[in-house]
């Protein structure tokens, strides 16, 4: 059974910082991209990030580039989603997901977590 389970989300003040983690259980995910997608109330899931488990090749939404960082543990199964300077409309849900591609489109992610909650306050 694959499994993805995000975990770190929590309650920050604005400019603070987080550390989310999605660990992959159930199958090798070496040919795969990675991805962080995010979901505020109300909203649309909008991507975030992307890694491919393979090799050290990152994209990055133009609202999280310069303060988001992913990045890939293999020996863990995880990946990380390093998130500084921490604004309140960053307020979402956090997904990770597994694609065969490299791949920004919701649609091209076949695995996904349950999500964990991110909060920043003003």
């Known amino acids: 059974q694959v499994q993805l389970v995000e975990s770190g989300g929590g309650l920050v003040q604005a400019g603070g910082s987080l550390r989310l983690s999605c660990t992959a259980s159930?199958?090798?995910?070496?040919?795969?991209?990675i991805g962080w997608f995010r979901q505020a109330p109300g909203k649309e899931r909008e991507f975030v990030a992307a890694?491919?488990?393979?090799?050290?090749?990152?994209y990055y939404v133009d609202s999280a580039k310069g303060r988001f960082t992913i990045s890939r543990d293999n020996a863990k199964n995880t990946v990380y989603l390093q998130m500084n300077s921490l604004k309140p409309e960053d307020t979402a849900v956090y997904y990770c997901?597994?694609?065969?591609?490299?791949?920004?489109?919701?649609?091209?992610?076949?695995?996904w977590g349950q999500g964990t909650q991110v909060t920043v306050s003003s």
């Open positions: 159930g199958r090798t995910f070496s040919s795969y991209g």
């Open positions: 997901a597994a694609s065969p591609y490299f791949s920004r489109k919701n649609s091209d992610y076949e695995y």
């Open positions: 890694i491919r488990w393979s090799e050290d090749l990152t």
